[in-house]
Nanobody, 120 residues
Framework: QVQLVESGGGLVQAGGSLRVSCVAS????????MGWYRQAPGKQREGVAG???????NYADSVKGRFTISRDNAKNTVYLQMNSLKPEDTAVYYC??????????????WGQGTQVTVSS
């Protein structure tokens, strides 16, 4: 079983920065993909950024140039550096990982989420 634990959310003023982190633990042989998603009140969950095991990244158009995703494979950790934050970035941010277990079983796991609030 795999667990994801996010941290680093909080309250910040518009224009400020935050970094959220997500650590994966459990029966992990390899992590193929790690991504960040967010869900604002009354809206559907949307993809924010993702990164492969090789370091290839992708971003939602709304965060390009402001957010940077990175990962530390040795620590099974993914980070999301968020700069120039806007009130519309306010949401619960969720981490997702596609992992391969020691038994070579592939699964997708979600974290519990961390709240990011940007005040105007």
């Amino acid at each position: 079983q795999v667990q994801l634990v996010e941290s680093g959310g909080g309250l910040v003023q518009a224009g400020g920065s935050l970094r959220v982190s997500c650590v994966a633990s459990g029966s992990i042989f390899r992590i193929n993909y790690m991504g960040w998603y967010r869900q604002a009140p009354g809206k559907q969950r949307e993809g924010v950024a993702g990164i492969t095991s090789g370091g290839s990244t992708n971003y939602a158009d709304s965060v390009k140039g402001r957010f940077t995703i990175s990962r530390d494979n040795a620590k099974n950790t993914v980070y999301l550096q968020m700069n120039s934050l806007k009130p519309e970035d306010t949401a619960v941010y969720y981490c997702n990982a596609e992992t391969v277990s020691v038994a070579r079983v592939t699964q997708s796991t979600w974290g519990q989420g961390t709240q990011v609030t940007v005040s105007s």
